[in-house]
Nanobody, 123 residues
């Protein structure tokens, strides 16, 4: 069983930065693909980015060049560095873990989820 806890959300002005953290329990963290998703008010949850074995990453187009995923396997923690934030980035951000190998952009392919952390970007 894996438990995920996000932190680092808050209110920031457009153009600002935030770093989200996702702390994971469990012994196999380093072998899991770890993804970030977000859900804007009134919208469905969507894929943001993922990191899998070897430090490989994939990002959705709208955040490329602005967001960066990293992880510290020694601390069982994944990060989402968000720069040049826009009001459209306002959402609840969730981290997720996939234990079945490979990686995915589809939320149903992830086995464990955090509770989410809210990010609000003011204009």
């Amino acid at each position: 069983q894996v438990q995920l806890v996000e932190s680092g959300g808050g209110l920031v002005q457009a153009g600002g930065s935030l770093r989200l953290s996702c702390a994971a329990s469990g012994r196999d963290f380093s072998s899991y693909a770890m993804g970030w998703f977000r859900q804007a008010p009134g919208k469905v949850r969507v894929f943001v980015g993922v990191m899998w074995s070897g430090g490989n990453t994939y990002y959705t187009e709208s955040i490329k060049g602005r967001f960066t995923i990293s992880r510290d396997n020694g601390k069982n923690t994944m990060y989402l560095q968000m720069n040049s934030l826009k009001p459209d980035d306002t959402a609840v951000y969730y981290c997720a873990a996939r234990s079945r190998g490979g990686w995915s952009r589809i939320e149903y392919d992830y086995d464990y989820w955090g509770q989410g952390t809210r990010v609000t970007v003011s204009s």
